[in-house]
């Protein structure tokens, strides 16, 4: 059982910049996947984006060249630097853990049942 710990959200101007931070309860080395997620009110969660544990990265097409995914696994965090904040980038963001890379690549499938979820972060971007 991975526990999962967000932190890092808050109130931010347009143009502006937040970090935002996973803390895993164990190591993070030997977890194949891992990504941040966002949901709007009103709408469907979403892959904003996600790494392997041998250095692949992915992310949503509105969060390319603004925001980047690293991990640290010497601090078994997760981390999403954010840029260039918009309007439309305000959502809780969530951490996930994939173990085994059950979901990569698989949009569709059914989640939960063999990853893990934080508790979110609120991310609102606003005058």
């Known amino acids: 059982q991975v526990q999962l710990v967000e932190s890092g959200g808050g109130l931010v101007q347009p143009g502006g910049s937040l970090r935002l931070s996973c803390a895993a309860s164990?190591?993070?080395?030997?977890?194949?996947?891992m990504g941040w997620y966002r949901q709007a009110p009103g709408k469907q969660r979403e892959l904003v984006a996600g790494?392997?544990?041998?250095?692949?990265?992915t992310y949503a097409d509105s969060a390319k060249g603004r925001f980047t995914i690293s991990r640290d696994n010497d601090k078994n965090t997760l981390y999403l630097e954010m840029n260039n904040l918009k309007a439309e980038d305000t959502a809780v963001y969530y951490c996930?853990?994939?173990?085994?890379?059950?979901?990569?690549?698989?949009?569709?499938?059914?989640?939960?049942?063999?990853?893990?979820w934080g508790q979110g972060t609120q991310v609102t971007v606003s005058s």
């Open positions: 790494s392997t544990s041998g250095g692949t990265t």
């Open positions: 996930n853990a994939d173990p085994f890379g059950i979901y990569w690549g698989k949009p569709t499938l059914r989640r939960g049942e063999y990853d893990y």
């Open positions: 164990e190591t993070i080395f030997n977890i194949y996947a």
